[in-house]
């Protein structure tokens, strides 16, 4: 009996190590923070204020930054061409990938498992492995610096992830209830768009969402594919403050605030969404 510690030095013991644990998951979670706090404040400097004191504070604001980056970096005309990209991007690769997902999910046929797993061999393929033969097909098939020149590979890149999910998902919804529809004079296409498809909701949510996050902050093969000023996307646009003996920071730290608000935006609003989804599509899977 008197080898067993006593509830207070238990209660003690549990406190110093919740301490612990607050104190890490807070510098953690400072560490991440800063740094776009420091992007925030850094975009309202002077060139010679960020030269002199990089982490510090500004001693005065100039807001005059973001407007002079849209003109003379063309962030508008670069963000637009990110959105067309994107929006046209993530509608397809959502169409086709609940289509494949459920295919898979509910069909039986010949090369089914070998399909599946040949989809899933798409997320163990580097972007960088693919840049030179990408952009010698494109060269070949003359579609280099076209509206659908990122869009496509964009879609291959996304449809893994995206049918993974969906397919683990609609799993777990029970067969029971295309039944019914069928009964009912309900088509399979009908019933697979109509009546499935909305409740798999949480899902395609979810897809949707890495999808825009992926597709809008990609960089190498927008470079590679893409050498048209009028089609560059806003990763790419954001070089343009690099010079070849200068570069102007705070003109590109502005830059960069207005590229990272949408996805931002998008991942604050639409956070709950990613978390349900990916959980439902775990634990129905």
């Not at 580097?126 to 610096?145: Q, S």
């Not at 200068?246 to 709950?272: E, R």
């Amino acid at each position: 009996m008197k080898n067993i510690p006593s509830l207070s030095l238990i209660k003690v013991k549990d406190g110093i190590s919740s301490i612990v644990s607050n104190v890490l998951v807070a510098f953690l979670s400072i560490t991440c923070i800063f740094p776009m706090v420091w992007l925030l404040y850094s975009s309202l400097k002077t060139e010679r204020n960020f030269a002199n004191d990089i982490l510090g504070v500004p001693t005065e604001f100039r807001f005059e930054n973001y407007p002079q980056a849209f003109t003379e970096g063309r962030i508008g005309s670069y963000m637009m061409n990110s959105l067309f990209v994107t929006v046209i991007t993530v509608i397809i690769s959502i169409i086709l990938s609940f289509a494949i997902g459920y295919c898979l999910s509910r069909f039986k046929f010949p090369g089914r498992t070998f399909l599946y797993y040949l989809f899933l061999s798409g997320m163990l393929v580097p972007i960088y492995a693919l840049l030179v033969p990408i952009f010698i097909e494109f060269k070949v098939f003359g579609i280099l610096n076209k509206r659908i020149t990122l869009i496509l590979p964009y879609i291959a890149f996304a449809l893994p992830v995206s049918i993974f999910l969906i397919e683990s998902y609609v799993k777990g919804i029970p067969i029971e209830l295309e039944e019914a529809a069928f009964v009912d004079g309900s088509s399979q296409v009908f019933t697979m768009f109509v009546i499935i498809m909305p409740v798999c909701s949480p899902i395609l949510a979810t897809c949707a969402i890495l999808s825009f996050l992926n597709t809008w902050n990609e960089f190498p093969l927008a470079l590679v594919l893409i050498s048209s000023t009028r089609l560059k996307t806003i990763p790419i646009g954001l070089t343009n403050f690099v010079g070849t003996y200068s570069t102007n920071y705070t003109l590109m730290m502005a830059a960069l605030v207005i590229a990272t608000l949408p996805v931002i935006t998008i991942y604050l609003l639409f956070y709950n969404n990613i978390m349900r989804g990916m959980v439902a599509g775990a634990v129905k899977g």
